[in-house]
């Protein structure tokens, strides 16, 4: 899924292109993708595209008139722009396009899950229902990041991908930040350090950070078309079984249900190897307790 890098840069993207523009055209491809029908579809059509917003992984088309065309990409949702003149890539996974003069921005979706989504909405308090009230790190102090940890007693991994306490956090970023900080997935916030916050504090700020300059610098004038979570530069994430970059080790995973927990065990859990559900029932007494067992 897209996380708060990736949304940031699309953002940007869109901004070059489409601000001031006036959407000449919505086509669905698929009706499964629009999930609202007041205000209607043709609300939006003939109205010019004031800004774009983030609202979490969401991206925003704010129009006239108090419009909003709220995308949420999920997991397969990508984001395409089409030059005057030039043709869509893999057309059948289109669920939409949206037609200006400088181009055509396509809304497609990889599979047959049909979990991205569209939604036209009227108002500030209509598009306020979008936010699940997430802290945006970026925009806070070490006071206001210890007191969302703070409000409930859940694993790192489940805490700093829970919506409702940060905002544009994913399954990706949050395995980068958690290696960076050398803090267990599994940790509890309510058993954290006052060093340890400060030090996974200071971990989502630069990985966010650095990870969205390292977008921004790819993608230059272009728009983004390789949007992905398993990029070869990430230190653990989809990394399994390959070394971590600090101490060569496996990096080593815990996989529940479509999620997937990459760590390195010497740097973040003290040498130890954290029990997979499916793998160590399986393996029983083999399963291995160390990383030195593993080697």
Sequence with gaps: ?????DIVVYVESLERRIVGQMLEQVRLNSPFVLRTAVPPLSDVVGKMVTAIRRIGKRIVLVMEDDLFIVLHLMIAGRLRWIDPGGKAKWPSMTLATFQFATGTLSFSEAGT???ASM???RGEDALAAFDMGGLEV???DVDAFRERLARENHTLKRSLTDPRLF???GNAYSDEILHRARLSPIAMTGKLTPAEVLRLYASVRSVLCEWTLRLRD???DDFPDKVTAFRPEMAVHGRFGKPCPDCGMPVQRIV?????TNYCARCQNNGVVLADRALSRLLKSSWPRSIDELG
């Design 119 to 121: 939604h036209i909405v």
């Design 218 to 220: 790819d993608v230059g």
């Design 1 to 5: 899924m897209p996380e708060l890098p």
């Design 138 to 140: 970026l925009d806070a």
């Design 113 to 115: 899950r049909k979990r």
């Design 256 to 260: 529940y249900a479509e999620n997937e």
């Design 167 to 169: 905002s544009g956090i």
